[in-house]
Structures are given as C-alpha cells and as structure tokens.
C-alpha cells in the first residue's frame, strides 16, 4: 500500500528539488511506485493509451484518461500529474478537460502545445507542428481559469531554443505555474534550460526519455542549479513491465514455464501489496471470525478494533 501520505502540489515544488516522477497507467503501476518510494505520480498518456493497445496517436479518449487519473490518484495516494496531451481541441475543450481531471483528483494538469492529431512517439523531435502562441496560451488560461487549486504545467515542444523561450514567456504570463520544454538531446543544452527560467521565471519539468542525454547528465544538483523543479521518468516502467511481460508469456510457452513463477513476486507478497491484509482486517471488524457477522446482543457484536 502507499507509504506517503497525499499531498497537494504546492507541497511537490515546495520539497526540495528535484521531485522525481514515475510515469504510471493504473491503479496497479502506481501503487508499486508509491511502495518504491516515489513523491509524485505522472499518468502518462502515452503510457494510458498503450494500457489500452492503442497507439499515442489521440485514440484514446479523454474519458480513457479521466478513469487512469482517478485510479492513480486513489491507488498510489500521491499528488499525480495529469496528461491533459492537447487539451482535446481549443481552449474551451481544454477547459472542461482540466476540470475533469482535477475533479478526479489530479493535483497537477500539464498541457502541450502541438496541433491534434499528434504524429505520436516521435513527437519530442524536431520538426512538430505547434499551435500558434497565441492561441497555446489561451489554452493555459483556460486551464488556470478552470482549475481550483491543481497547478498548471504548460509544456512546450518548440524545437529552437528562442521559440521555447518566447512560448515560456507567454505560458507564464497566461498562469502557467511550470513550465515544461520537452527537450532531451544536446541541441537544448543546459544553457538553454537556465535561459528558459529566467525568462519564465517559474520551476521547469524536465521529462528524461529512456536512453536520452538527459538521463545520463542531469544529475539532481544540475537540476537545483538550472531550476528544475519536477523529473518525469514517463516511460521507463512502461518500456521495462513490456519487456517482462514479454519474456514472461514467452517462457509460459516453452519447456520450463516453472521459471516465471521462481522470478516473479511471491504471491503472498504481491496480496499484501494491494491491500489483502485491509479487507481481512475490515473483514474481521465487520463479518467476525470466519466471515460470519456476530448476532445482535452476543458478546462480540459492537465489538471493534480499538
């Protein structure tokens, strides 16, 4: 079960920096990041909307992500970061957006500012087509407008470090409360990360891509130097639970299928993990020994934990 108590965001970028992320997708991904220690929670759409067998293309719809967000929020009991992806249209669709999610207990709701349909998982590269500025920023303030006390992360994918610190600019001016330059390779060096705060003046997110240069160099005292408040490890659970699923259904197949269970997590364990250990205890409250609720006026009914 969570080890943390739930939070709000404001007590994320309060912490000291850098709070690090875990991209999950269920209630089942963020309960094993809660038990690993993680602070905070990010429901990835990409990550969402391969849990369904769907390409990160805008096939998923936002009801798909409004049930993620609310499993998530309930299941690891951290404050989670909302993928709100395009909004789901112009700002008024992202303005109902951004209610939903944070109704369903989003503490964060990160907005982007490419054109939709998305080209999908090449999207971080070079060569993304934006919505003009103007327009990317109203959709931040509509977020802001219809948010209660979730913070806004306006992320760009501006692929020239003079547009990302023009589109910093404005997210900050519409409400923006991070800021977000999806950028991971070299061509947006640590230079430009510095600049893109001090023209914002608000905390970054920095998402770190599996391989990236960002996930070998960003180190948690560049990341305080530079004002990184919030890392998102997106995609890294997801790629490594394919990756086991994988080799677990294959070996099932083959001549020792004996061997998954000898690497997997022992299912006494795994019970615990989700919550068997409350339902026996409330259980026990309720039902009494054996499942058996106790008769009214025995010497057990009424009778509870203290």
């Given at each position: ?203 970054l997110a920095a998402a770190v ?71 026996t205890r409330l259980r026990d ?8 609720p106790p008769r009214p006026g ?9």
């Amino acid at each position: 079960m969570p080890v943390h108590a739930p939070v709000g965001f404001a007590d994320v970028l309060a912490a000291e920096p850098p709070v690090y992320a875990a991209g999950v997708w269920d209630g089942l991904s963020a309960t094993l990041a809660a038990a690993a220690g993680f602070r905070c929670l990010f429901v990835s759409g990409f990550a969402v909307a391969a849990s369904l067998g769907l390409p990160d293309a805008d096939l998923y719809t936002r009801a798909d992500m409004t049930r993620a967000v609310g499993v998530a929020a309930r299941a690891g009991g951290l404050p989670v970061i909302a993928d709100l992806d395009t909004g789901w249209g112009n700002a008024v669709n992202a303005y109902h957006a951004a209610r939903d999610f944070e109704r369903a207990g989003a503490a964060a709701l990160m907005l982007e500012d490419q054109i939709s349909p998305k080209p999908g998982p090449l999207s971080e590269q070079a060569g993304v087509s934006l919505v003009p500025r103007a327009e990317a920023a109203a959709k931040v303030r509509a977020c802001v407008d219809a948010r209660d006390r979730a913070a806004v992360v306006a992320r760009t994918n501006a692929d020239t470090v003079d547009e990302v610190l023009r589109r910093a600019e404005a997210y900050a001016a519409a409400g923006a409360d991070v800021v977000f330059p999806m950028r991971h390779d070299e061509t947006f060096p640590f230079e430009a990360w510095q600049a893109t705060r001090d023209a914002c003046g608000r905390p970054l997110a920095a998402a770190v891509a599996p391989g990236s240069w960002l996930e070998r160099e960003l180190t948690p005292a560049i990341a305080r130097e530079l004002g990184i408040a919030v890392v998102i490890y997106g995609l890294q659970g997801l790629l490594a639970t394919a990756r086991a699923l994988t080799a677990a259904y294959t070996d099932l197949l083959g001549p020792e299928p004996g061997v998954v269970a000898a690497r997997g997590v022992p299912l006494r364990e795994f019970t615990r993990l989700i919550g068997y250990d409350e339902v026996t205890r409330l259980r026990d409250r309720y039902l009494g020994a054996g499942g058996v609720p106790p008769r009214p006026g025995s010497a057990d009914a009424g009778r509870g934990d203290t």
